[in-house]
């Protein structure tokens, strides 16, 4: 990307030193990403420095400028929290999804109660690890021929208790795992769509 | 009359057309971020703030009503210029109509 060239010092420190920020703040995204997002601040700094007509100083045109801008911490958090919850959910990537929630967290209950969820599902992977460790005491468990337990059980409740699944309570839990955790993914994508056009589309105290 | 009452009102309205706004100024000519802060200021007197504008766009893109791509300028400095989508002006349509009705409906209600 080209910079813009200060000719005063002063200017071309506070430039740089906003967009170090920007670069800080949208680190967290893809680099598709961060190159468009500081590619269209360049821009507009560069259109609303040359279109101001006062004969204000170049250091003041762009002072004015930036402290229009906000501090990119700020103005781009929107920006990022949506653009990483795209990547999230076209991605399918647990990471990212976790990253996506948190920086969502402060835009509605809703994604709190996603991030819980996936936190339970994360915990429910523990499973896998307590079969290969005390396969005696995990899987699905007859009572009398009905069943009575699935999931990990302490010593003494395993007394009249047969496990059926052995190991192939692994599979299970790895495919339960798995289509938990596309419906949950699916769901907030459904979700996202919906409040997005919400928020976009004009008039929507009308509905 | 209720000063702050109005204001709230006021602002609730600028929040709810905003997109609104935006669309039916890039049925006329695409235009760059900085071009449509400008537009909207001069033509509807909205002080929007960049952190407004740019997720706004955004999400405009994400739902497929606006399109945007990098046009290259003497300066080496692109600006990014964002365009109507078929489905954007099918849309704006649409809310048009809804637009003049409820403000007919509305100036009936005296």
């Keep these: ?207 | 009359m209720n000063e702050e009452f109005l204001n709230k009102w006021k602002s609730q309205v600028k929040k709810g057309t905003l997109g609104f706004i935006l669309l039916r100024l890039l049925r006329k000519k695409e235009m760059y971020g900085y071009e449509l802060i400008e537009q909207v200021s001069m033509k509807v007197s909205i002080d929007i703030a960049e952190g407004t504008l740019y997720p706004l766009l955004n999400r405009l893109k994400d739902d497929d009503l606006i399109s945007s791509k990098w046009v290259e300028q003497g300066s080496g400095i692109p600006r990014k210029y964002y365009s109507l989508t078929e489905q954007g002006s099918s849309t704006l349509l649409a809310m048009e109509k809804n637009w003049n009705e409820l403000s007919l409906a509305i100036s009936k209600l005296e």
Aim: one cysteine or more; glycine letters at 4%.
């Design chain 1, 1 to 207: 990307m080209k910079r813009i060239e200060f000719t005063d010092e002063r200017a071309m420190s506070i430039y740089t030193d906003y967009m170090v920020r920007v670069e800080r703040m949208t680190k967290i995204l893809p680099k598709e990403d961060q190159n468009e997002i500081l590619m269209e601040l360049n821009s507009h700094i560069y259109e609303a420095v040359l279109q101001d007509n006062s004969k204000e100083t170049e250091l003041n045109k762009l002072v004015d400028v930036i402290t229009r801008l906000g501090a990119p911490e700020k103005t781009l958090a929107q920006l990022v929290a949506d653009k990483k919850m795209n990547q999230a959910l076209h991605t399918f990537n647990p990471v990212h999804l976790i990253k996506a929630l948190a920086l969502n967290v402060s835009n509605g209950i809703v994604y709190v109660a996603f991030f819980i969820l996936y936190l339970l599902l994360a915990v429910s992977s523990l499973l896998i690890v307590l079969k290969c460790i005390y396969p005696q005491n995990t899987g699905i468990f007859l009572h009398n021929g009905y069943l009575s337990a699935i999931g990990f059980i302490g010593n003494s409740a395993q007394g009249n208790l047969t496990e059926i699944a052995g190991w192939a309570f692994i599979p299970m839990v790895v495919a339960y795992l798995l289509i938990c955790y596309f419906a949950l993914t699916l769901l907030l994508k459904l979700r996202r769509k919906r409040t997005a056009s919400t928020k976009t589309h004009a008039m929507q105290w009308t509905d």
